[in-house]
């Protein structure tokens, strides 16, 4: 009987524990979002809202998430988007971040695979950006590595896109 229990239980949570990542769809999908349905999206794959800057032009919201692999290190990830109103004008920037380059891979890969092409790339030593378009969409990559005061090198991933 526990044996049942403990297999449903990783039945269900195992598909949970996958969907803490988020797809370039999923980001795209956002874009058109109201704040509201981002929110309970987020939360709902485990994102907690670390921060909200709401004033009379703009809205600043940032969302993280803390995933511990059994024999992995910790994956951090965390989105970030601003909503701009400026003179009837309306404008919104997603940024997603990783620390996970299996899951940097998978995401360049949806690059490829849909058509995106590189067509800027700027190295500032530390960072390197490359923007991708594919005709209708633009989506930056930024690739960010930190030397920490103990000497070791951590490397972020970014991906920013926007309306």
């Given at each position: 009987?526990?044996?049942?229990?403990?297999?449903?239980?990783?039945?269900?949570?195992?598909p949970c524990v996958m969907a803490q990542k988020l797809t370039l769809t999923d980001l795209t999908n956002m874009l058109e979002w109201e704040h509201f349905r981002v929110d309970t999206v987020l939360r709902a794959k485990g994102y907690?809202?670390?921060?909200?800057?709401?004033?009379?032009?703009?809205?600043?919201?940032?969302?993280?998430?803390?995933?511990?692999?059994?024999e992995d290190a910790a994956v951090i990830r965390s989105v970030m988007y601003m909503d701009v109103q400026v003179n009837g004008m309306e404008s919104r920037l997603f940024t997603y971040r990783?620390?996970?380059k299996e899951e940097y891979r998978e995401l360049s890969g949806y690059l490829m695979m849909h058509d995106?092409?590189?067509?800027?790339?700027?190295?500032?030593?530390?960072?390197?950006?490359v923007l991708y378009a594919n005709g209708k969409k633009e989506i930056r990559v930024k690739v960010i590595?930190?030397?920490l005061k103990n000497g070791r090198i951590i490397t972020a991933y970014e991906f920013e896109l926007g309306r």
């Amino acid at each position: 009987m526990h044996k049942l229990v403990l297999v449903l239980a990783l039945l269900i949570a195992g598909p949970c524990v996958m969907a803490q990542k988020l797809t370039l769809t999923d980001l795209t999908n956002m874009l058109e979002w109201e704040h509201f349905r981002v929110d309970t999206v987020l939360r709902a794959k485990g994102y907690r809202q670390m921060q909200k800057d709401v004033d009379s032009s703009s809205q600043l919201y940032q969302y993280a998430h803390f995933e511990k692999k059994e024999e992995d290190a910790a994956v951090i990830r965390s989105v970030m988007y601003m909503d701009v109103q400026v003179n009837g004008m309306e404008s919104r920037l997603f940024t997603y971040r990783t620390y996970d380059k299996e899951e940097y891979r998978e995401l360049s890969g949806y690059l490829m695979m849909h058509d995106y092409r590189a067509v800027n790339t700027v190295d500032y030593g530390e960072e390197k950006q490359v923007l991708y378009a594919n005709g209708k969409k633009e989506i930056r990559v930024k690739v960010i590595r930190s030397k920490l005061k103990n000497g070791r090198i951590i490397t972020a991933y970014e991906f920013e896109l926007g309306r």
